[in-house]
């Protein structure tokens, strides 16, 4: 697939790790030139004091200094004036992903409404391998929410659906991701054996957000980068990143991490698309152009029933007309058909799905859109 460079995109630091504030290093970025953002700010935890285990051990807890607000009220305007920001970076059909707890998500989503980004599901981060509640004084904390929002209600956002459903099986891909925590040779260390990060992210998440909403080629922005985890999946998936991190222990790890993974090949990057994206081919424009003819008979899956083409585009068999779906679902019994997998024609003795000569056409269309006007 191949992906136009704006003039904007032209200017951007790609594949860089930036240093400093994310709200000023974003707004030195040129607008519009952003396809997708994914943000893990600041949880805003709110906790006081250590955490204990029950023997009394002491839990790696997120206490940073970059975690601390003053109030609810600071946390907002520091909400807003990021989210601000990353709005005037997005492409008119970007998206953006955020992640959060039940400390910050609600007022995330407020905010992001506000300013008329348009919310298209919030996704739960089911952990399989939740951190206990120590105290057992609340539920075990088991999961977080990502919302993934269009910069706005017009957006023509990116959605793989198809490649969605097929890294589940087959299955359409629900709202709901079982994922377990960064845990194992995953954790990246810092020079003591301790946790780099407190918060970072796996790559599973990562994986399915990036396969999910972006193209190869895009370009994706993370202003809370961290230990780089979006930056290793996008590099790993054939994205350009742009990471924006102000503490200098974290763009040591992110650099050197981003720096082993290695690009999958072009063959490996492509997924399978969406039926929807495919250019509409009415069963009629078959006929016109003489790749079926008015009375040719077809066939349906099994030889169980045949119908005949009329000139303009519909069918007739055993008494019914209509639309190659209409009639297949008619002769069924069933409430739909997709006619262009059900009719088949024969050639030289051999049943052919009519699929093959929509598949003809199109190929003949992309062949002249990818000629220069």
Known sequence: MTTKTTAAQACLPLNQILSGDCIEAMNALPAGSIDLIFADPPYNLQLKGELLRPDNSLVDAVNDHWDQFSSFAA??????????????????????????SYHNVFRLGAELQNQGYWLLNDVVWRKSNPMP????????????????????EAAKYTFNY????????????????????????????????????PTQKPEALLHRVIVATTNPGDVILDPFFGTGTTGAVAKMLGRDFIGIEREESYRKVAAARIDRVRKFDASALEITGSKRAEPRVPFGQVVERGMLRPGEELFSIGNRYKAKVRADGTLIGNDVKGSIH????????????????????????????????????????????????
């Open 162 to 197: 198809e490649a969605l459903k097929a890294l589940n099986d087959g299955i359409q891909m629900r709202s709901d991701w079982v994922i377990p925590l960064c845990t194992g040779h995953e954790r990246l260390k810092d020079e003591n054996g301790d946790k780099a990060h």
């Open 326 to 373: 209409q009639v297949g679902a008619a002769l069924e019994g069933a409430p739909s058909c997709n006619g262009w997998t059900y009719w088949h024609f024969k050639r030289d003795g051999k049943m052919v799905p009519i699929d093959i000569l929509r598949q003809q056409i199109r190929a003949e269309m992309e062949a002249d859109n990818s000629l220069p006007h």
């Open 133 to 152: 509640n120590f105290k057992g004084k609340r539920l075990t904390n088991a999961h977080e929410t990502l919302i993934w929002a269009s910069r706005d």
């Open 75 to 100: 946390y907002d305007s520091f909400t807003r004036d990021w989210l601000t920001a990353a709005k005037r970076l997005l492409k008119p059909n970007g998206a953006i992903w955020v992640i959060g």
